[in-house]
């Protein structure tokens, strides 16, 4: 999945409030945290590879930015200009992108908008060939939606308080199958001299021809598209507060502390490092068991796999969140798997790996392995129920640095794929001894993980070479 944000506009209306800067450079705080960080950050935490930014207005500023704020993803990024930005509308931006784009699902944020990460999700998931993230309250100055059964059958901003169902705020999620249609809309547009209009027309055109528009909803989650002194000050009062940064990195699907600060254990000398890893007992479903059960085990770190996150077998809970406040730990989490019979439409449901600790946890990421079984793709034939475990996703590594007292630990947390050959683990498995060699190089590093074979294997020589001890 890619990701577009479209900041070529000159945002004259909130100069007056914050001066010639682009408008997603507005700050949240003295940190220098802005909304183009919160955006970011929040896609990249969402799964998404790679970042395109339409830039126009005070480009330099934008560029600049990110190149000093996001030095070791610099490859995810891609500035695309919008020459035309003084004379053109955000239909005209898009354009510029259609060939980045092209072959590719992605999502359209407006540059103005500060939101809640959990909003992204729900609409990530939609199978609906594009989908605009709504809220159902009334918001003034915005793009509003009319709904019919679960489609959008109008949009625009000339719509009533009496005939609108709900407030656009600003995002758009288009699937990688309707990139032509979207922008040959937009081509017809722009070559009858339509430049000045918002991309949203060509969406409406092909709601007008049929083509399904979904929706989904931003429950009671802080958002706000900031276009003038009034939005900026609404946000600053009920959003930037709400808004905890949790940094992430390209590719990666973790949680912090999923905005809620844990409590820390007392640190205390305790090295050498006691380690535990676990794979959970039907994923979490015995909970106070496990807890327990990991309590007596008095770790420094623990590992965890099989770990669900909003999955209606383990009672929509976030599985990784309940241990580690119970344990009083730091926790990381990465998404395995999207568990298509285990959420709901506007509330997916994960599975993957954790990793806990009483120490703090430092540059989480995520390997997902290159080679993966098809067993658990769904399949058009098979009626989609928990029994055949259908999922999107695959088998993943997920790393991060525990930050002993004195020096760091690189942790790789492994599961590798039950479902298929001992050459497709063992290629699976040469993939993270690949990558942690280049960590061990600069400190000592621990895999572990449910590996579904035995390390002794003949095919597992490369775990047992020079420096590694089983």
């Known amino acids: 999945m890619k990701a577009i944000i479209l900041a070529a506009g000159q945002g004259t ?25 919160q955006q970011i950050d929040s896609l990249f935490q969402a799964g998404a590879e790679d970042i395109g930014i339409i830039v ?22 891609q500035f695309i200009e919008n020459p035309a930005f003084a004379e053109t ?14 072959g590719s699902s992605f999502v359209i944020l407006n540059a103005g908008v500060a939101f809640d990460p959990e909003i992204l999700p729900p609409a990530l998931s939609s199978a609906a060939p594009i989908t ?26 000339q719509i009533s308080r009496q005939e609108f169902s709900a407030t656009h705020i600003g995002i758009t999620v288009v699937d990688a199958a309707a990139h032509e249609c979207l922008f040959d809309r937009i ?40 276009d003038d002194p009034g939005d900026l000050a609404f946000a600053r009062h009920n959003v930037f507060p709400q808004l905890v940064r949790i940094p992430a990195r390209p590719g990666i699907s973790t949680y912090g502390h999923s905005g809620r600060k844990l409590r820390r254990a ?18 979490g479903l015995r909970l106070r068991e496990i807890t327990k059960f990991l309590e007596s085990q008095k770790a420094d770190v623990i590992l965890l796999q099989e770990v669900d996150l909003n999955a209606r077998r383990t009672n929509f809970l976030n599985v990784a969140e309940e241990i580690a406040r119970a344990l009083q730990m730091n926790y990381v989490f990465g998404r395995e798997f999207q568990e298509l019979t285990q959420g709901h439409r506007t509330s997916p449901a994960y599975h993957g790996q954790a990793i806990l600790s009483r120490w703090s946890l430092r540059n989480p990421r995520v390997i997902r392995f290159s080679s993966q079984s098809d067993f658990w793709r769904p399949q058009w034939y098979l009626p989609l129920m928990s029994l055949f475990q259908e999922r999107l996703g695959g088998r993943i590594a997920l790393v991060t640095e525990v930050e002993m007292p004195g020096e760091r630990l690189a942790d790789y947390n492994l599961h590798l794929e039950s479902r298929g050959d001992e050459n497709l683990r063992l290629a699976q498995l040469e993939e993270t001894i690949e990558d942690a060699a280049t960590q061990a190089r600069r400190m000592p590093t621990l ?11 003949p095919a597992a020589a490369s775990a047992r070479g020079p420096g590694w001890i089983p």
């Open 187 to 226: 081509n017809d547009l722009i070559r009858r001299g339509d430049d000045r209009v918002f991309f949203n027309a060509a969406v409406q055109r092909l709601v007008n021809e049929g083509l399904h528009v979904a929706y989904a909803e931003t429950g009671d989650r802080p958002w706000a598209e900031i």
């Open 56 to 77: 126009g207005y005070e480009k330099d500023q934008i560029i600049r930015h990110v190149r000093m704020n996001y030095r070791r993803s610099l490859d995810r990024f």
């Open 447 to 457: 895999l572990a993980g449910d590996l579904n074979f035995d390390i002794s294997h």
């Open 266 to 283: 007392s640190m205390g000398p305790s090295v050498p490092v006691h380690d535990t890893h676990c794979e959970l007992e039907h994923r």
């Open 89 to 102: 509308n955000n239909i005209y931006s898009l354009w510029m992108a259609r060939s980045w784009l092209k």
């Open 13 to 37: 209306r909130i100069r007056s409030a914050h001066g010639d800067c682009p408008k997603c450079r507005i700050r949240f705080d003295r940190t220098g945290w802005t909304i183009l960080d």
């Open 132 to 157: 605009m993230i709504v809220d159902p309250a009334w918001r003034d100055e915005t793009m509003k939606v009319i709904i019919a059964g679960n489609r959008v059958v109008r949009m625009s901003k």
